[in-house]
């Protein structure tokens, strides 16, 4: 009686039906994978940044030593003179933490695996002994650029190039860019999280929401260069990087001298040089 005097009144009926929304279900796939892939990049560079070891030697011999084992790995007829250096890279690993290792086999895994498939038609020619060196050596070769990046600070890595006379813009643009590429990334995550948060009901437009998100990180990345390129002109910065001159031979650099010039002894007595 009551619902009829209020119909019948001045409520209309269909004031004094419940509200119940209930959004229509639509997959969320382009936001979740996109999430992900942009916290896979962010981890990778955290991991890349690295940590300097107590024992370590300094970071210019440490880049000395490692291209000196990758060229003279890349230059070797001698397969037992790879075997030797895959040898002594697994018991360098062996001394990182279980995370770290899992962290630089993973590159190594994948840059091994395409060298394989690249080469596997040599199989079939009746040249397997190809196979066996060249993924040897990318082995040696990748995994010793993982072992310098996870045991010193990256810092200290672009600062050590001024020891090999690189020059100054050459350093820059590879120190901004791994910065700033951790920074858009940290960007595009609140992007995504802010379009999730109001993804109601289905989007058959998600095309236009990712050129959305691809716009606003390119906004975002000019106006951090122009603030950047201000700061920079506020401090005095003209584009050199000064390092102190003091020497930074350690203890600790002795062993590894030692064991370069024990690995170039090794390399030419396989190859024959020493006749």
């Known amino acids: 009686m009551q619902n009829q005097e209020k119909n019948n009144g001045f409520i209309p009926s269909w004031m004094c039906e ?12 382009f936001i979740t994978k996109s999430t992900q892939a942009v916290l896979g990049v962010l981890s990778k560079l955290k991991w890349k940044e690295g940590k300097d070891r107590c ?5 210019s011999l440490k880049l000395c030593y ?5 060229l003279l790995t890349a230059c070797s007829k001698n397969y037992v003179f790879s075997l030797i250096m895959a040898g002594g ?11 770290t290792m899992k962290q630089i086999l993973s590159g190594t895994f994948g840059a091994v695996l395409f060298s394989a498939l690249i080469l596997l038609p040599a199989v079939f020619i009746g040249n397997p002994q190809i196979l066996l060196i060249i993924t040897t050596k990318v082995f040696v070769s990748v995994t010793l650029i993982g072992i310098l990046s996870a045991g010193t600070s990256w810092n200290k890595l672009t600062a050590s190039l001024r020891s090999f006379h690189i020059p100054d813009i050459f350093i820059f643009t590879l120190d901004i860019t791994l910065k700033y590429i951790a920074v858009l990334g940290e960007i595009c995550m609140e992007i995504l999280t802010s379009l999730r948060l109001r993804s109601v009901g289905q989007n058959r437009k998600k095309a236009q929401s990712f050129s959305g998100i691809l716009g606003i990180s390119f906004l975002k ?14 401090r005095g910065f003209v584009g050199e990087y000064k390092t102190q001159k003091t020497s930074t031979f350690r203890k600790q650099d002795i062993l590894s001298l030692l064991l370069m010039i024990g690995v170039t002894g090794i390399f030419i007595y396989f ?3 020493w006749k």
């Open 271 to 273: 190859e024959g040089l």
């Open 55 to 59: 024992l370590s030697a300094s970071p």
């Open 18 to 29: 419940t509200e119940q929304y209930v959004p229509s279900i639509d997959k969320d796939g």
């Open 221 to 234: 990345s000019r106006e951090m260069a122009e603030e950047m390129y201000a700061a920079m002109c506020c």
């Open 66 to 70: 490692t291209f000196l084992y990758i």
């Open 89 to 99: 890279t697994i018991l360098i690993l062996a001394t990182y933490p279980a995370e």
